[in-house]
Nanobody
Framework: HVQLVESGGGLVQPGGSLRLSCAAS?????MAWFRQAPGKEREWVAS???????SYADSVKGRFTISQDNAKNTLYLQMNSLKPEDSAMYYC???????????????????WGQGTQVTVS
């Protein structure tokens, strides 16, 4: 069982930046960030595999950066050039073993954090 705790969310003006953190109880090979805004489906944002292999949704590519500090078992999401459309509850997620072939498949992630709210306004 892996426990995940997100932090770092808050209110930021358009064009601003935030850095989200996800403290994990153990290292896992595959970790990901998802987000969900009111009235919208949960959306995959980014994934990281084996510490260095990163993937991003088109909507955040070039603006967001996912990284991992294995010494601290902490996942990060650096968010720059934030837009109102980025407002959402952000969740970190993980699973045992490798990342799924389809990174955005919600059902493939076994463990989830409680979420941290990001509001861009």
């Amino acid at each position: 069982h892996v426990q995940l705790v997100e932090s770092g969310g808050g209110l930021v003006q358009p064009g601003g930046s935030l850095r989200l953190s996800c403290a994990a109880s153990a290292y896992t090979y595959c970790m990901a960030w998802f987000r969900q805004a009111p009235g919208k489906e949960r959306e995959w944002v980014a994934s990281i595999e084996d510490d260095v292999i990163t993937s991003y949704a088109d909507s955040v590519k070039g603006r967001f950066t996912i990284s991992q500090d294995n010494a601290k078992n902490t996942l990060y999401l650096q968010m720059n050039s934030l837009k109102p459309e980025d407002s959402a509850m952000y969740y970190c997620a993980t699973r045992s073993g490798f990342c799924p072939e389809r990174l955005m498949t919600i059902g493939e992630y076994f463990y989830w954090g409680q979420g941290t709210q990001v509001t861009v306004s």
